[in-house]
Nanobody, 117 residues
Framework: QVQLVESGGGLVQFGGSLRLSCAAS????????MGWYRQAPGKQRELVATITSGGSTNYAHSVKGRFTVSRDNAKNTVYLQMNSLKPEDTAVYYCNLRGGAIPRDYWGQGTQVTVSS
């Protein structure tokens, strides 16, 4: 099993910054992809950003240029630096790890990010 523990959410004003962290533990498959998804009230969960073990990244169009995903493979930790935050970024942010011969998704418990206008 894989456990994902997130931290770093909170309340921030329009234009502010936050940094999310997610530490993975357990039976971690490699190679893998780690990343972040978010879900706003009444909306479906959507991809924010992902990064592979080799460092390849993928971003949602809405966050390109404002958010940066990174990882520390030695610590099995993924980060999301969020700058120039907007009220529409308000959501529960979930950490994700995808890996294995038959790819399987693991999820964190979620952390709330609220951006006030």
């Amino acid at each position: 099993q894989v456990q994902l523990v997130e931290s770093g959410g909170g309340l921030v004003q329009f234009g502010g910054s936050l940094r999310l962290s997610c530490a993975a533990s357990g039976s971690i498959f490699r190679p893998n992809a780690m990343g972040w998804y978010r879900q706003a009230p009444g909306k479906q969960r959507e991809l924010v950003a992902t990064i592979t073990s080799g460092g390849s990244t993928n971003y949602a169009h809405s966050v390109k240029g404002r958010f940066t995903v990174s990882r520390d493979n030695a610590k099995n930790t993924v980060y999301l630096q969020m700058n120039s935050l907007k009220p529409e970024d308000t959501a529960v942010y979930y950490c994700n790890l995808r890996g294995g011969a038959i790819p399987r998704d693991y999820w964190g418990q979620g952390t709330q990010v609220t951006v006030s206008s």
